[in-house]
């Protein structure tokens, strides 16, 4: 894809408990952005919201949160999903020539204001499984854990592993909530059972956060920053709703959009050609699934790639040097993060966890249980 | 025509704890105690906005200078209430304007008695009727009476 | 950008109170099979979907993740989007993005609600309810007999006083409020996808329904209504190898303001009736489509009007009158099927109200004008560009989308 599209800057917060309205989130994000690059919100033409109004509690809930964002009188519109989708929607916005600047901003509060798992527990199929009680989010991704175990013939240590990379990165990001200092496998393998495999540690924490991005034309970004990174590639797919009419030792959704999104990039062989992935795990099994899934680690050779470092910052194909989700998930904010992390990298921000070599990255979105949708951007220097 | 097996379900708002802007707020009702109502300006701009916000919509930066407006209006539009919001007759219509205060550039919403429902029109000018005793609640501000 | 069209439109076999037949996906089922039965594609055809209802009112978060297979949409991107009223065209704005970008070649827009499932007022009062919350803390009496920032609009809330608001400022009169509601009502009596109809309403008829809130009666106000409604859209491309007929995109956009008259807590700015964004979505969507006048060059519109006197405000917001001559345009008759400016053949929101389709059912039905395909309900005058509006939140946002019979010179 030519360079059409590109991200001029980036605010993130999280927290267990940011102690904020969602108007005062959403203001301090997009001003503190504005004015980072030097601007005001005249320069935006049009504003993507993302949020969800079951977890904000409220009907139509970007309602007052888009005059906070500078949005007045502006164009404006709310994607209700990972925040990952708004920035692709964003981005149709300005390769369609309409839009010369956007901003996206994603966030909740679901770490002070509400129960995360609320947001699984309303999608759930209301006339079978929220009937029965059985599904809800964490049940659902032991399955899934247990089914992707067992299907690379992996030992439930794996997730200990996996955890320990991802909460020592995290540990390191002052963008992440969940920061553990000297955290250990054995710190991790004693924490308590959720739903067994997958326990407390190998879980995302609730999380109150946001991320502002401002997205740009190839025109406005020679103005407005030194360090665009660019949109390369992007693909979307949904799988099936029904957990028995899927294989949930892998992830369809995930393979068809990184499939797409590499298309778009020209990139053939995507664990050489990537210098790094921020991927949209919630629990730590799910890290694995989806970077197989996306060719990013030989399938059946996780655990091997990951006992030798392979996916540790300074590894052949770092994953999550964020941290990821098990840091912080701020419900539709998620997604965005991932691509903000991979800029962050590409632009040489990354500070202690900074990939040596950062020139093409990977951000992987989710939705739904067991990612039944997925988003994949390919961003680039 | 078969009819289909139905099956409940309920939005738990209880289940959420909400945090909201509360400064403007607190600053008109700890002024309606003496009577007075305490606004907020946009140093930039000079909108006056009671309650409060924290920050000016069209300049998109925080404000804090209190302001005090008047307790005399102009309605700027009523309605006249038959029905609650189940649509359940009401024992009187109820009169309802919407009225800008005297040096505030934001209007506000409350019920008007003192006049009857045939003569309300917009650009009646009218003034706050307050409480016996005033506690810094919204009900301090009973209700609008014409000027 | 490349031209974008709509080629197709599908809608469940009738809108009516309560689908008691069907569940929630099986009833967007039908519209989706409708859509590709009308345009003879298959499921592989469709190369994107963007989806869009109120979740909060049937309680259902992310409907279209339990409706992915029964939209055949296993394997296809699926974009959802939630903007209150205006979502059915937000929806439709996000498939036209989609083929205008060149991320699909053929898009599909999906909206529905189900409000026999659901509890409108319910989800409706859950717009305010943190603000509620702290003015009940504050003091504030819920019923509505005292102290500042009482809601004494009760159900009609703050669209009474844009009501009031818009009379006052226009001159019209509530018998104009009974008229148009009238025609449309006689209008949807046309219309096989209308849910209240009624070929003998008169404003006379309208004028006895009980008061709610002045100047609102009960039959000015839309009833809630079960539905679906898909759209599908082309590139040029594509289009010119699959439909006959095409209503091709010629400008969208949207615009918001603040809350009008419910922000509570921080203190409501505007006048309902002054409708900026309204003002501001037709001035860009117009200029986007290359169109100067709309009142000349605008043959049919389609408002979104919730409640009847939104007809002839709106008329007057998106520019297809001067202020105060909407009433005088529907006193002379211009605004009935064989007038000089039609509105709403359709019978408008007023007439029919599963939410999620509402604004997506005014893009697709000035499509049916322009393609000559309305039926009964085909405008006397010949469709060469038509407006579609709509509206939601807090009255304080506006979308706008323009159609033409040609696509745009590009
Ligand atoms: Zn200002």
């Known amino acids: 894809m030519e360079k059409k599209v590109a991200i001029a800057g980036f605010r993130i917060a999280a927290a267990p408990d940011l102690e904020t309205t969602r108007e005062r989130l959403v203001f301090d994000l997009s001003k503190g952005l504005l004015d980072d690059l030097g601007i005001t919100r005249d320069a935006v033409d049009n504003f993507v919201f993302c949020s969800n109004d079951f977890m904000d509690g409220r009907t139509i809930s970007h309602v007052f949160i888009g005059p906070a964002a500078g949005g007045y009188m502006k164009d404006q519109t709310k994607v209700e999903m990972d925040g990952l989708n708004a920035m692709i929607y964003a981005s149709m916005g300005i390769i369609s020539g309409q839009y010369d600047v956007t901003m996206v901003v994603a966030l909740s509060l679901t770490g002070s204001q509400a129960s995360p798992y609320l947001y699984t527990d309303y999608s759930l199929d209301p006339t079978y499984d929220r009937q029965l009680k059985l599904l809800n989010e964490l049940s659902a991704a032991a399955l899934e854990a247990r089914s992707y175990l067992t299907a690379g013939g992996y030992p439930e240590e794996l997730l200990d592993v996996v955890a320990a990379q991802d909460l020592k990165n995290a540990a390191a990001n002052p963008g992440q909530a969940r920061r553990i200092d000297g955290v250990s496998r054995e710190r991790i393998k004693g924490s308590p059972y959720y739903y067994e495999p997958l326990r407390e540690l190998h879980c995302y924490p609730p999380t109150d956060g946001g991320c502002a991005m401002l997205l740009v034309s190839e025109k406005k970004a020679k103005e407005l920053t030194d360090k665009p990174v660019w949109l390369l590639g992007m693909g979307r797919s949904t799988d099936i709703y029904y957990l028995g009419d899927r294989d949930l030792s892998t992830s369809l959704s995930a393979a068809q959009a990184a499939e797409r999104a590499y298309a778009m990039a020209g990139i053939k062989d995507p664990a050489s050609e990537l210098d790094l992935a921020e991927i949209m795990s919630l629990f730590a099994h799910q890290e694995p699934l989806l970077a197989e899934a996306m060719g990013l680690l030989e399938k059946g050779k996780a655990a091997a790639a990951y006992e030798a470092g392979d996916t540790a910052v300074e590894g052949r194909m770092p994953i999550n040097p964020s941290g990821g989700p098990l840091g912080a998930h701020p419900i539709c904010a998620t997604g965005l993060i991932r691509a903000a992390e991979a800029a962050r990298q590409l632009r040489g921000e990354a500070g202690e966890n900074q990939v040596k070599k950062a020139g093409v990255a990977l951000a992987h979105g989710q939705d739904g249980v067991c990612a039944q949708q997925s988003a994949v951007v390919i961003l680039g220097t | ?147 | 950008m490349r031209n974008v069209g709509i080629i197709g439109i599908g809608y469940t076999p009738v809108f009516v109170s309560k689908r008691k037949d069907v569940s929630i996906v099986e009833m967007i089922s039908e519209a989706v099979d409708a859509g590709l039965k009308n345009t003879g594609l298959a499921p592989e055809d469709i190369d994107a979907y963007v989806f869009g209802n109120m979740a909060t009112f049937e309680g259902v978060n992310m409907p279209h993740l339990w409706a992915t297979e029964h939209m055949h949409a296993r394997g296809k991107p699926i974009m959802r989007f939630a903007t209150g009223g205006t979502i059915g065209m937000a929806a439709f704005h996000g498939a036209y993005y989609h083929v205008a970008s060149g991320m699909a070649d053929i898009a599909m827009a999906v909206t529905y609600e189900k409000h026999s499932e659901g509890d409108a007022q319910v989800g409706l009062m859950g717009i305010i309810t943190p603000e509620l919350m702290a003015m009940l803390s504050a003091g504030i009496d819920v019923t509505g007999q005292s102290g500042m920032g009482a809601i004494g609009g009760g159900s009609a809330g703050g669209i009474s006083f844009q009501a009031s608001s818009y009379l006052h400022r226009s001159g019209a009169g509530i018998e104009h409020i009974d008229a148009i509601a009238a025609m449309e009502r006689r209008n949807a009596a046309k219309n096989p996808y209308a849910h209240l109809k009624d070929p003998e309403a008169t404003a006379e008829k309208i004028a006895q329904t009980p008061m709610v809130s002045w100047p609102i009666r009960f039959g000015h106000i839309c009833p809630t209504t079960d539905g679906a409604t898909v759209c599908i859209l082309a590139s040029e491309e594509k289009a010119a190898k699959i439909a006959d007929k095409v209503a091709w995109v010629l400008g969208v956009a949207n615009c918001a303001s603040d809350a009008t008259t419910a922000n509570l807590i921080d203190s409501q700015i505007t006048d309902p009736a002054e409708q900026l964004p309204a003002i501001m979505a037709s001035k860009k969507a117009c200029e986007r489509a290359g169109i100067e006048d709309p009142k000349k060059e605008i043959d049919y519109v389609e408002i979104y009007n919730g409640f009847a006197h939104q007809t002839l405000m709106y008329l007057e917001k998106v520019g297809m009158c001067e202020v105060g001559e909407a009433h005088k345009l529907l006193e002379a008759g211009e605004l009935e099927m064989n007038g000089r400016c039609p509105v709403n053949a359709s019978g408008g929101v007023v007439s029919t109200n599963s939410i999620g389709t509402s604004a997506l059912n005014r893009v697709t039905e000035c499509a049916l004008q322009i393609m000559g395909q309305a039926g009964e309900h085909q405008v006397e005058k010949e469709v060469h560009k038509a407006m579609a509006h709509g509206w939601g939140g807090l009255m304080q946002y506006c979308t706008i989308t323009i159609l033409g019979d040609k696509p745009k010179k590009l």
């Open chain 2, 1 to 147: 025509m078969e009819e289909t097996k139905v099956v409940t379900g309920a939005w738990e708002l209880s289940t959420f704890k909400f945090n909201i802007e509360g400064r403007g707020l607190q600053l008109m009702l700890k002024h309606m105690k003496d009577r007075k109502l305490m606004g907020i300006k946009c140093h930039q701009c000079g909108t006056v906005y009671l309650p409060g916000p924290f920050y000016c919509r069209k300049c998109h930066i925080r404000i804090d200078e209190p302001a005090e407006v008047s307790d005399h209006g102009q309605v700027m539009t009523f309605t006249i209430g038959y029905a609650d919001v189940r649509g359940n007759p009401l024992d009187e219509p109820r009169i309802a304007p919407i009225v800008k205060l005297d040096g505030c550039d934001s209007w506000i919403m409350g019920v008007m008695q003192g006049c009857a429902p045939e003569d309300v029109h917009v650009g009646m000018r009218v003034k706050v009727h307050w409480a016996e005793e005033t506690t810094g609640s919204l009900q301090d501000m009973q209700y609008f009476v014409p000027e």
